[in-house]
């Protein structure tokens, strides 16, 4: 059974700088395409940054681009994101996921989901 967790996240004034971490267990996680996800209140979920499972390959979306970084250290089991200049959209309670077959920005691509860590930006 693969089990997703989230950690780090917390309530920030709007510049600051913040490093979530997701640390899988139960699989392979050298194998799976990693993803980073989004969802403020009344909103839909959105996509924010994915890596594949070779290292090296990613992506993020145009909100975060030249803010978020994603990457992953295989030997920790561990996907991190680390946000920069926040922003008070940036509020939301973040998403890891997993994935089996590929990466990228759509949330079906994934079968593995942790419970989220809330991330709040304040003026």
């Known amino acids: 059974q693969v089990h997703v967790v989230e950690s780090g996240g917390g309530l920030v004034e709007a510049g600051a700088s913040l490093t979530l971490s997701c640390t899988i267990s139960g699989g392979t996680f050298s194998s799976y395409g990693l993803g980073w996800f989004r969802q403020a209140p009344g909103q839909e979920r959105e996509f924010v940054a994915a890596m594949s499972s070779q290292i090296g390959h990613s992506m993020t979306s145009d909100s975060v681009k030249g803010r978020f970084t994603v990457s992953r250290d295989n030997s920790r089991n561990t996907l991190y994101l680390q946000m920069n200049l926040l922003r008070l959209e940036d509020t939301g309670m973040y998403y890891c996921?997993?994935?089996?077959?590929?990466?990228?920005?759509?949330?079906?691509?994934?079968?593995?989901w942790g419970r989220g860590t809330q991330v709040t930006v304040s003026s």
């Open positions: 996921a997993a994935g089996e077959d590929g990466w990228g920005s759509s949330a079906k691509q994934y079968s593995f």
